[in-house]
């Protein structure tokens, strides 16, 4: 059974435009939410986190909303730029030091 | 910031062979982790350990098993490899602090079992 999940596989936008990558959850007990990006051949590089005591957690391009009851957040990213496209993967803990990934979601930035 | 060095980016082995992927961590944390990944099934943890001589088991320990002798360097052994566990492996480390700290990832290990 699938706690975190990423339901769109890839996103295609242009330059300068919002990036909205969305991630749903079914745990309630999760109460710590973090975005990791990936470029081939590297690991995962941590980018963004929200707790569940916040709704809104920003840092530069990146936003991070939580939205509690409808067990959702989502990452924006404005503007968009060429390095951005990577695999973006949304990741949840709830009390535990380990992590629960979704299956990523390919970010794809045409100049 | 955080250094996570995997010992091999690529390796090539046979079928039945033991197969260890080493992992070294400069920042003293307590938690390291295993993961594989697979196209469209994300990361998936293998095992973990939160301490030296301490274990756990993640989600697909099958085939697998860890050690962890030194705080900073954390094995994942392959006891046969078979052909399913050619693989993209991830090792990771971050602090103890109840689950909300981000984990701190290594460049990963591209695995091929032939």
């Known amino acids: 059974d699938q706690q975190v999940k990423q339901n769109s596989p890839s996103l295609s936008v242009q330059e300068g435009r919002i990036s909205i990558l969305n991630c749903d959850y079914t745990?309630?007990?999760?109460?710590?939410f973090l975005w990791y990006k990936k470029y081939p051949a590297e690991g995962p590089t941590f980018l963004i986190s929200i707790s569940s005591i916040k709704d809104k957690n920003e840092d530069g391009r990146f936003t991070v909303f939580l939205n509690k009851s409808a067990k959702h957040l989502s990452l924006h990213i404005v503007p968009s730029q060429p390095g951005d496209s990577a695999v973006y993967f949304c990741a949840a803990s709830g009390g535990s030091e380990k992590l629960v990934f979704g299956k990523g979601m390919k970010l794809t930035v045409n100049p | 910031d955080v250094k996570v060095t995997q010992s091999s980016r690529y390796l090539v082995k046979r079928t039945g062979e033991k197969v260890f992927l080493e992992c070294v961590q400069d920042m003293d944390h307590e938690n390291m982790f295993w993961y594989r990944q697979d196209p469209g099934l994300g990361l998936r943890l293998i095992y973990f350990?939160?301490?030296?001589?301490?274990?756990e088991k993640g989600d697909i320990p099958e085939g697998y098993s860890v050690s962890r002798e030194k705080k900073e360097r954390f094995s994942l052994i392959l006891e046969s490899a078979s052909t399913n566990q050619t693989s993209m492996y991830l090792c990771?480390?971050?602090?103890?602090?109840?689950?909300?700290?981000?984990?701190?990832f290594g460049d990963g290990t591209r695995l091929s079992i032939l």
């Open positions: 990771a480390t971050s602090e103890p602090q109840g689950g909300n700290q981000p984990q701190h």
């Open positions: 350990s939160y301490d030296v001589k301490m274990k």
């Open positions: 745990n309630s007990m999760f109460d710590y």
